[in-house]
């Protein structure tokens, strides 16, 4: 039995740590289209600057999920409206909920 010689590689067919790149000929990404949905700059009216006080079951070791659709405008209103006054998205929904109740009543 005789071994076969081993076959001569290019150089673009060996990798090397760090230094990876997209094939020549590979198609690159689309970005999607822009929404037509108008973007909506409110800013939030804290009445005190102290912390919400923590709620049972928050926090990243006790947290439970809270699964539900919405429309995707609404979804990124949302997101949107959170990132620009600096809150995550459960605390947004926190004080939402938090003033739906003061508003209505419990």
């Known amino acids: ?6 076959a001569a590689l290019s150089a673009n067919l060996v990798a090397v ?10 198609p690159g990404r689309v970005s999607p289209a822009p929404s037509a949905a108008p973007v909506v ?4 009216s804290r009445q005190t600057a102290e912390p919400l006080p ?5 926090g990243e070791a006790g947290g439970q999920p809270l699964n539900f659709r919405v429309p995707e405008a609404f979804r990124r209103e949302f997101k949107v ?3 620009r006054n600096g ?5 947004l929904l926190r004080l939402s909920f938090d003033a739906y109740r003061e508003k209505n009543g419990s």
Do not use: C, H, I, R
Request: charged content about 20%.
């Open 54 to 58: 923590a709620q049972a079951g928050q």
């Open 1 to 6: 039995m005789s071994k076969k010689p081993a």
């Open 81 to 83: 409206y959170a990132a």
């Open 17 to 26: 740590k760090g230094m990876a790149a997209p094939a020549s000929d590979m």
């Open 41 to 44: 700059t409110v800013v939030p």
């Open 87 to 91: 809150l995550k998205l459960n605390e």
